[in-house]
């Protein structure tokens, strides 16, 4: 049971409005105006006395807009000059550590801009994180990505499956370089293009329809990733939600006569069969050598991952719209819905991707994004309880308010106690994890000034650790980006001045 307390009306500083949507209103969408973001919990009680200085939350946005743009100087003859002598295991490790996070497949053809982002994602997926590079040395597999970034205007003026494929690689590289605002310029363009090929199912031809509904669910997911951090426009892609299928095996097409077939535009047309497509082999998804390659065609964790962002998407529509207000007993059975789905999604996970919960290690890295992806929800669901106890310390003395505060809290702890292990998902997820990270240790920081909070939360020199970790960390990706240099910069300090506060508490609890 959820608390049936009082109506104390929840700040729109944190929260939105539990309300019906419209008819035409997917619920699995992100609202257009929401207060999920890092930024906003600057403007909670408590939060608020840890930064010397207000932030706009739009001020993440408004510095990756001034940014310097991407320079290449790379002509598109360059092609010649690259050295290829690894394509082979670029080629191997791209379908071994990078395929997993997007399940794009690969259409076998002359598309020399398909081939270079392969080669550029799978140069990144060797080399670990790109945070820990010398900060003037160019990125793994950038000279790849340089010479296909030349051929995109020409693939972007074509409206096709396969140049919906090449644009959502090149905006994979893009979210590995920490160009979150490169990378939704191309998702937009992409969701144009879909959204013209799903108006009709007879644009689609059937050879690329399971490439289609792939790059589709690719496009929505990242979109709305971007759409959680950043008030972006938004595309209109969520509305084919429910029409567009979910992910399936490629289906191999017999060819009796073994003659190559050729489209419309004179492209050799191949079926995109890899020989290791059955999608039940559950096995194959496994990284570590238990099984096949992770980038095969295995769909659990692209599967996951979709079910997974419907349901953040949801949270952040039914919990922080923006402009309204919540009650606590309204909230009530709003969360318990929310946490009862997030416990389906997680009892559902095939095997080979559900990840241990508490904090015992993950056996992989994909088992390891899709906890802290786990976590990170679980702690948005419960959050609004964290707000109201900072709000009135007094609610806190209700038992079930303060169990509601503790399981966010152990969430979010779950989520940064073994910092160093966000890096597994450093391929798609870098940005959006340091984000995360933030919004997280904030939440921490407020407890421990909060005398009930603080009862819940491990040891101070525990917690002292754990937050000096984070700061650690973003500062390490400090320099990628500018929104994450802002963020370093306010996290650490809001951490300085949180042991001040901490240190003159202390002060003034002996004196007394």
């Keep these: 049971m959820m608390p049936k307390i009082p109506n104390n009306k929840i700040s729109a500083a944190g929260l939105g409005s539990w309300a019906n949507p419209p008819q035409n209103i997917s619920i699995s969408t992100m609202p257009k105006v929401h207060t999920t973001p890092a930024l906003h919990l600057l403007q909670w009680p408590l939060i608020r006395d840890l930064v010397s200085r207000p932030y706009d939350p739009q001020n993440l946005l408004q510095l990756e807009m001034a940014r310097e743009p991407l320079r290449m100087t790379t002509s598109p003859t360059a092609v010649g000059a690259l050295d290829l002598e690894n394509s082979p295991a670029y080629v191997r490790s791209f ?18 801009c398909l081939v270079l982002l392969v080669l550029a994602l799978g140069a990144a997926s060797r080399n670990g994180s790109i945070a820990f590079l010398p900060k003037d040395t160019k990125a793994p597999g950038f000279a790849y990505f340089a010479v296909a970034w030349n051929l995109l205007p020409s693939v972007m003026m074509r409206n096709s499956a396969i140049a919906t494929q090449c644009m959502i690689l090149a905006s994979a590289y893009l979210f590995y370089l920490v160009r979150p605002l490169e990378a939704w310029t191309l998702l937009s363009n992409v969701s144009m293009k879909l959204q013209l090929l799903f108006g009709n199912p007879s644009r ?15 496009a929505l997911l990242y979109e709305s990733d971007l759409l959680a951090e950043l008030d972006l426009p938004h595309s209109g892609i969520v509305h084919f939600e429910e029409i567009v299928d979910l992910p399936g095996g490629f289906e191999e097409e017999e060819d009796d006569d073994d003659e ?4 419309e535009n004179g492209e050799l047309i191949h079926d995109g069969h890899t020989g290791e497509e059955d999608h039940h082999h559950i096995t194959e998804i496994l990284p570590n050598g238990q099984g096949q390659h992770a980038g095969r065609d295995e769909l659990w964790y692209f599967l996951s991952e979709i079910a997974l962002r419907r349901l953040l998407n949801r949270v952040s529509h039914l919990i922080y719209q923006k402009d309204s207000t919540h009650t606590l007993s309204s909230l009530g059975p709003i969360v318990s819905e929310l946490d009862f789905q997030l416990s389906q999604w997680y009892e559902s996970l095939p095997q080979p991707v559900q990840f241990p919960l508490g904090q015992l290690p993950s056996n992989n890295p994909v088992q390891t994004v899709l906890r802290h992806r786990y976590n990170a929800c679980r702690t948005i669901i419960y959050r609004p309880y964290i707000l109201a106890v900072f709000e009135n310390e007094s609610i806190g003395t209700d038992t079930e308010v303060l169990e509601c505060c503790r399981r966010c809290l152990d969430s979010t ?9 966000h890096r597994e998902g450093h391929l798609p997820y870098l940005w959006q994890g340091a984000l995360s990270m933030v919004s997280q240790a904030l939440l921490i920081m407020g407890a421990t000034m ?24 973003v500062e390490r990706y400090s320099h990628l980006a500018p929104s994450l240099k802002l963020s370093a910069e306010i996290i ?3 951490e300085r001045r949180r042991q001040i506060w901490l240190r003159s508490a202390g002060q003034r609890l002996f004196e007394g």
Aim: aromatic share 10%.
């Design 450 to 473: 909060s005398p009930t909070l603080s009862t819940l939360l491990p040891p101070p020199l525990r917690v002292d650790a754990i937050i000096s970790g984070v700061v650690v960390e």
């Design 413 to 421: 702890l779950h989520q940064l106690e073994h910092i160093t292990s």
């Design 492 to 494: 650490r300090d809001a």
């Design 95 to 112: 379908f071994s550590h990078a395929n997993i996070w997007y399940a794009c497949g690969f259409q076998d053809g002359p598309v020399s």
């Design 260 to 263: 190559d077939d050729y489209d």
């Design 204 to 218: 689609v031809p059937a050879q690329w329809k399971e490439l289609s509904v792939r790059v589709y669910w690719n």
